[in-house]
């Protein structure tokens, strides 16, 4: 899926890792660089915009788009459909942007399942305590659902062998750096550089 001209990242982390403020900046900070904003048919809440944070459509259009194969990945969590649109990363794709999906572990395993190709980022916390001290700094979860999330994060975050780099989050700027070295090496690979540079790479080798 990955073209001469760009690069499709997977970035995938256990809640309370800070991945989504990661992404945020990595977005403003790094030119030609896009999110694919996923389909879902969770309900919109008060702090979500349309287009923005999801796609918000029905459970009908969503199984319809599934029946089409409109889809890179899809899953259901919780009652919920989520999904990436095919057609969405490849228009970033032939504008020669690189590509962020942003989500979980099973949807990072079924792209990188049927593109190899792409690059999978692992987003961590430094240590468990760090992780449930971010969840109860959200002060909007009773101490049950913290436990149940963290339950599932400890259970996210054994599948990280699957990925291509992991990224500790501790220090944010750090992070932020790595990240930007990451999608810093993939625009520097051969098959990408002798694509922008062929002429130059011509005169160098004749």
């Known amino acids: 899926m990955n073209s001469a001209d760009a690069t499709v990242f997977i970035v995938s982390a256990p809640s309370g890792a800070g991945k989504t403020s990661l992404v945020t900046r990595l977005l403003s900070d790094v030119p030609k660089l896009d999110c694919s904003v996923s389909h879902t048919t969770r309900p919109l809440r008060p702090k979500d915009t349309d287009g923005k944070d999801y796609h918000f459509v029905d459970r009908q259009s969503f199984e319809t788009m599934i029946e089409r194969g409109e889809f890179i990945e899809h899953a259901e969590v919780f009652g919920n459909y989520y999904g990436s649109s095919l ?33 999978w ?58 990240l930007k070295a990451i999608i810093t090496s993939q625009r520097l690979a051969q098959r990408r550089q002798a694509r922008s540079h062929q002429a130059l790479l011509a005169s160098l080798t004749n």
């Open 87 to 119: 057609a969405a990363v490849e228009y970033c794709l032939d504008k020669g942007s690189d590509v962020i999906l942003e989500i979980d572990w099973q949807g990072g395993a079924q792209v990188k399942t049927a593109h190899p190709e792409v690059i």
């Open 121 to 178: 980022i692992f987003i961590l916390p430094p240590s468990k305590n760090a992780l449930v001290e971010r969840l109860r700094g959200r002060a909007s979860d009773s101490e049950e659902v913290i436990a149940r999330r963290t339950e599932e994060a400890v259970n996210e975050m054994r599948e990280y062998a699957r990925a291509d780099f992991i990224v500790f989050n501790d220090d944010f700027d750090q992070a932020l750096d790595e």
